[in-house]
Protein backbone atom coordinates (compact mmCIF):
# COMPACT_ATOMS: atom_id res chain seq x y z
CA UNK A 1 0.00 0.00 0.00
CA UNK A 2 1.59 3.48 -1.02
CA UNK A 3 1.77 6.32 1.61
CA UNK A 4 -1.13 8.05 -0.32
CA UNK A 5 -2.87 5.14 0.09
CA UNK A 6 -2.61 4.75 3.79
CA UNK A 7 -3.36 8.75 4.51
CA UNK A 8 -6.78 7.83 2.59
CA UNK A 9 -7.43 5.29 5.03
CA UNK A 10 -6.64 7.35 7.75
CA UNK A 11 -8.52 10.14 6.32
CA UNK A 12 -11.90 7.89 6.00
CA UNK A 13 -11.39 6.92 9.73
CA UNK A 14 -10.53 10.28 10.89
CA UNK A 15 -14.06 11.46 9.34
CA UNK A 16 -15.67 8.07 10.79
CA UNK A 17 -14.51 8.92 14.16
CA UNK A 18 -16.11 12.41 13.94
CA UNK A 19 -19.19 10.92 12.94
CA UNK A 20 -19.56 8.87 15.79
CA UNK A 21 -18.66 11.82 18.27
CA UNK A 22 -21.46 13.71 16.24
CA UNK A 23 -24.21 11.20 16.76
CA UNK A 24 -22.83 10.86 20.01
CA UNK A 25 -23.46 14.72 21.19
CA UNK A 26 -26.77 15.00 19.05
CA UNK A 27 -28.32 12.58 21.16
CA UNK A 28 -28.22 15.22 24.34
CA UNK A 29 -28.53 18.74 22.23
CA UNK A 30 -32.18 19.72 20.56
CA UNK A 31 -32.01 19.88 17.12
CA UNK A 32 -34.49 20.70 14.42
CA UNK A 33 -35.62 23.49 11.78
CA UNK A 34 -36.69 26.05 14.63
CA UNK A 35 -33.95 24.84 17.30
CA UNK A 36 -31.05 24.66 15.02
CA UNK A 37 -31.43 28.23 13.86
CA UNK A 38 -32.20 29.66 17.35
CA UNK A 39 -29.28 27.79 18.58
CA UNK A 40 -27.01 29.40 15.38
CA UNK A 41 -28.07 32.79 16.24
CA UNK A 42 -27.79 32.14 19.97
CA UNK A 43 -24.35 31.39 19.07
CA UNK A 44 -23.73 34.06 16.74
CA UNK A 45 -24.78 36.75 19.47
CA UNK A 46 -22.54 34.75 22.43
CA UNK A 47 -25.62 33.24 24.10
CA UNK A 48 -26.03 29.63 22.41
CA UNK A 49 -25.49 26.64 25.20
CA UNK A 50 -21.82 24.92 25.15
CA UNK A 51 -23.17 21.93 24.12
CA UNK A 52 -24.80 23.63 21.35
CA UNK A 53 -21.89 25.05 20.17
CA UNK A 54 -19.64 21.86 20.32
CA UNK A 55 -22.30 19.76 18.13
CA UNK A 56 -22.26 22.74 15.50
CA UNK A 57 -18.39 22.97 15.47
CA UNK A 58 -18.13 19.14 15.02
CA UNK A 59 -20.48 19.24 12.30
CA UNK A 60 -18.62 21.45 10.49
CA UNK A 61 -15.33 19.57 11.19
CA UNK A 62 -17.29 16.54 10.06
CA UNK A 63 -18.53 18.03 6.37
CA UNK A 64 -14.93 19.40 5.83
CA UNK A 65 -13.42 16.19 6.56
CA UNK A 66 -15.75 14.40 4.83
CA UNK A 67 -15.41 16.67 1.94
CA UNK A 68 -11.65 16.29 2.05
CA UNK A 69 -11.66 12.52 2.28
CA UNK A 70 -13.90 12.40 -0.74
CA UNK A 71 -12.65 15.03 -3.05
CA UNK A 72 -8.99 15.75 -1.97
CA UNK A 73 -8.08 18.96 -0.33
CA UNK A 74 -10.29 21.18 -3.30
CA UNK A 75 -13.66 21.03 -4.12
CA UNK A 76 -16.06 23.38 -5.90
CA UNK A 77 -18.45 25.42 -3.96
CA UNK A 78 -21.14 23.54 -6.16
CA UNK A 79 -20.30 20.33 -5.34
CA UNK A 80 -19.84 21.34 -1.27
CA UNK A 81 -23.65 22.31 -2.24
CA UNK A 82 -24.36 19.40 -3.57
CA UNK A 83 -22.52 16.85 -0.68
CA UNK A 84 -24.06 19.18 1.69
CA UNK A 85 -27.18 17.69 1.77
CA UNK A 86 -26.30 14.54 2.38
CA UNK A 87 -24.60 15.55 5.70
CA UNK A 88 -25.95 16.11 9.06
CA UNK A 89 -26.86 19.82 10.08
CA UNK A 90 -28.25 21.15 13.40
CA UNK A 91 -31.55 22.35 11.52
CA UNK A 92 -32.01 18.31 10.88
CA UNK A 93 -34.95 17.05 13.22
CA UNK A 94 -32.47 14.31 15.81
CA UNK A 95 -34.04 11.18 13.92
CA UNK A 96 -33.01 12.78 10.30
CA UNK A 97 -29.75 13.62 11.90
CA UNK A 98 -28.90 10.23 12.88
CA UNK A 99 -29.98 8.81 9.79
CA UNK A 100 -27.37 10.70 7.61
CA UNK A 101 -24.98 10.24 10.11
CA UNK A 102 -25.53 6.30 9.56
CA UNK A 103 -25.65 6.56 5.73
CA UNK A 104 -22.24 8.56 5.98
CA UNK A 105 -20.82 6.32 8.16
CA UNK A 106 -21.79 3.23 5.83
CA UNK A 107 -20.64 4.83 2.70
CA UNK A 108 -17.22 5.88 4.01
CA UNK A 109 -16.85 2.27 5.81
CA UNK A 110 -17.97 0.50 2.28
CA UNK A 111 -14.86 2.95 0.26
CA UNK A 112 -12.37 2.50 2.66
CA UNK A 113 -13.16 -1.42 2.44
CA UNK A 114 -13.09 -1.37 -1.27
CA UNK A 115 -9.63 0.93 -0.81
CA UNK A 116 -8.19 -2.63 1.17
CA UNK A 117 -9.90 -4.23 -1.24
CA UNK A 118 -8.23 -2.44 -4.49
CA UNK A 119 -4.62 -2.00 -3.20
CA UNK A 120 -4.91 -6.13 -1.63
CA UNK A 121 -4.07 -4.41 1.98
CA UNK A 122 -5.01 -6.51 5.11
CA UNK A 123 -8.09 -4.93 6.17
CA UNK A 124 -8.39 -4.87 10.22
CA UNK A 125 -12.26 -4.15 9.72
CA UNK A 126 -13.23 -7.11 8.33
CA UNK A 127 -15.63 -7.66 5.13
CA UNK A 128 -18.85 -8.60 6.77
CA UNK A 129 -21.01 -5.79 8.69
CA UNK A 130 -23.20 -3.61 7.36
CA UNK A 131 -20.99 -2.11 4.99
CA UNK A 132 -20.99 -5.06 3.01
CA UNK A 133 -24.66 -5.56 2.56
CA UNK A 134 -26.89 -4.50 -0.59
CA UNK A 135 -27.84 -0.92 -0.27
CA UNK A 136 -31.27 0.25 -1.49
CA UNK A 137 -32.65 3.93 -2.23
CA UNK A 138 -35.02 4.98 -0.47
CA UNK A 139 -37.13 7.76 0.72
CA UNK A 140 -38.29 8.05 4.73
CA UNK A 141 -42.05 8.23 4.42
CA UNK A 142 -42.26 10.83 7.87
CA UNK A 143 -39.69 12.99 6.76
CA UNK A 144 -39.46 12.84 3.27
CA UNK A 145 -35.74 12.36 3.12
CA UNK A 146 -33.89 10.72 0.70
CA UNK A 147 -31.37 8.24 1.68
CA UNK A 148 -29.76 4.76 1.08
CA UNK A 149 -30.29 1.70 3.80
CA UNK A 150 -29.41 -1.65 3.88
CA UNK A 151 -31.71 -4.09 1.77
CA UNK A 152 -32.44 -6.29 4.80
CA UNK A 153 -33.67 -2.84 6.72
CA UNK A 154 -36.51 -1.94 4.35
CA UNK A 155 -39.89 -1.54 5.83
CA UNK A 156 -42.79 -0.35 3.75
CA UNK A 157 -44.00 1.50 6.59
CA UNK A 158 -41.11 3.32 7.17
CA UNK A 159 -39.24 3.98 3.52
CA UNK A 160 -40.27 3.84 -0.48
CA UNK A 161 -38.07 1.81 -2.66
CA UNK A 162 -36.99 4.62 -5.33
Not at 37 to 62: C, D, M, P, S, Y
Not at 74 to 81: L, P, W, Y
Not at 89 to 103: G, S
Not at 136 to 155: C, H, K, L, M, R
Amino acid sequence: MTGAQTNAIADFNSTLDLANNVGEIAKKINTGPIAGRIGKAAQWTGGATTGFVELNTNIANLKSSFMKTISGATISDREVERLSQFLPDVNDPEEVLQIKIKNLKEGIERNRDSLYEATGGNNPYGTSGPSQQAMISVYDVNTGEAGQIPENEFNSSQYIKR
